[in-house]
Every structure is written in C-alpha cells, then in structure tokens.
C-alpha cells in the first residue's frame, strides 16, 4: 500500500517535471505536462479533449494544495519544538485573571 502510494506520486512527479509541452486551442493556449514521447511519429496528432484538459489542471491543483498543507504542518511541529512556553505558577494561579484587577487611584 505505502509503496504502491509512493510509486504513484513519484511517477506524477516525473511526468509533470520531464514532459512539459504546449497545446494550442481556439480557445486559447494550455500548457502543461504529463507523459507522452514527444519524438513518437505520433507526436504531433497529440491532443486533449476540454474534460482531459480540466483534469490535468484538478491534478496540479491537488498537488499543490498537498504540498501548501504539507508546509504547513511541518512549519507549525518545528515551532512547536522550538517555542517552549514559560508559565509561572504561583498560589493563585487557579484565579481568573479578570478578578486581579487593583482598585481605581486617584493622582491629585
């Protein structure tokens, strides 16, 4: 399962790192990548349909959202390992803070 799962992202990784390419549309220009031979006597016939298209970008946008979530959670357990809180704890600690206040003085 582990293996199976990391064979998969490293084989995504790969296409979307080597096989870079462009295609153009009427409606406009899509660049992307993902596994193809581009030296194939095929290669120039290689086009995505507008559904192909979308879920090329639903799978980029996935991984970037991992890798956002990933970040983040790796920055908040290294502050937790370095931020130590320092607490003082003294015999009224069990006191609501609302309740220290000192009374009103006056200054004549």
């Excluded at 790969?14 to 153009?24: E, P, Q």
């Excluded at 799978?59 to 979530?69: G, M, Q, R």
Aim: glycine fraction near 2%.
């Amino acid at each position: 399962g582990k293996l199976m799962l990391v064979t998969l992202f490293m084989s995504y990784y790969l296409s979307t790192v080597a096989f870079y390419h462009t295609h153009y549309f009427s409606w406009g220009t899509v660049t992307h990548s993902h596994l193809y031979f581009p030296f194939d006597k095929n290669s120039d016939q290689h086009t995505h349909t507008p559904i192909q298209c979308r879920l090329v970008d639903y799978l980029s946008s996935s991984v970037l959202i991992y890798l956002a979530v990933a970040a983040f959670s790796f920055t908040m357990l290294l502050i937790r390992r370095i931020y130590i809180p320092v607490r003082y704890y003294t015999p009224y600690s069990h006191v609501i803070s609302a309740f220290l206040r000192a009374p009103p003085v006056s200054i004549c």
